[in-house]
């Protein structure tokens, strides 16, 4: 059984500070099944304990989901012996709990998952489960009608790789835009697919993971904790009418100067 302090449980489940727990169970605005505590280092068992505070049971969660909107010069690793990591965006609280769940380059932005949930983030990130990931990309050269298929027919790379089949459409009105739709996540696979077809990729940023976009209001930098009903969109097929909408909004409110 996994005891934790009551404190703990609280600040974490609460979005309370520590400091903010210990003055509500010093104020006696803390109950534990029933029954007031002044104990702040009370062991509890956070499956079977009702934990009440100011009258309002504390739900427990046990998983935590982080969609961040990661700026460029981050690398997406637990610990950089020379880089920021994406860890280094999040408050301490959170930022000792998870792990990114993939990869973008350093040079890249757009959405990370972090997460303390093993077993979601291989279900997003296994090829075999085919979760889309949709990327928006500025070229060097101009968008060539040619790619279209290159991409749909499973691209092999300089190494002898073979990609899965993808999909690249040129963005409306814009000859170095383009959106990405991959189903794997190899070592730099929108940079090398785009350099095999004989061009470059200036910029990349990632708007989408299954069903579940950046909120247009979620800037380049900031994070958000997502909710049951976001996680579940990760694993939902995608609504492209939708992304596609929201990426131009997005295109047009924060990229377009790129
Ligand atoms: N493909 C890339 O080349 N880079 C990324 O960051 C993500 C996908």
Redesign the pocket.
Known sequence: MNYIRLDKFIADNSGLSRSQVKDAVKNGLVKSNGIITKQTDLKINPDSDIIELDGKNITYRKNRYILLNKPAGYVCSTSDPVSPTVLDLLPPELSKKVFPAG???K??EGMVLLTNDGELAHRILTPEKHVP?F?IVKLAEEFKIQYIDLFANGMSLSNGEVCLPARVFPLENDDLWAIVE?RE?????????FATAGNE?EY?F?FCIGNLQIPEKLAIGDFMELMHKDVERLLQPPDYDDILRNLYVYFSSYLINK
């Open positions: 990869r973008l380059d040079d890249s990931k990327y991959l996540g190899k070592f730099h696979q929108v940079k090398r697919m990729v990349l990632r």
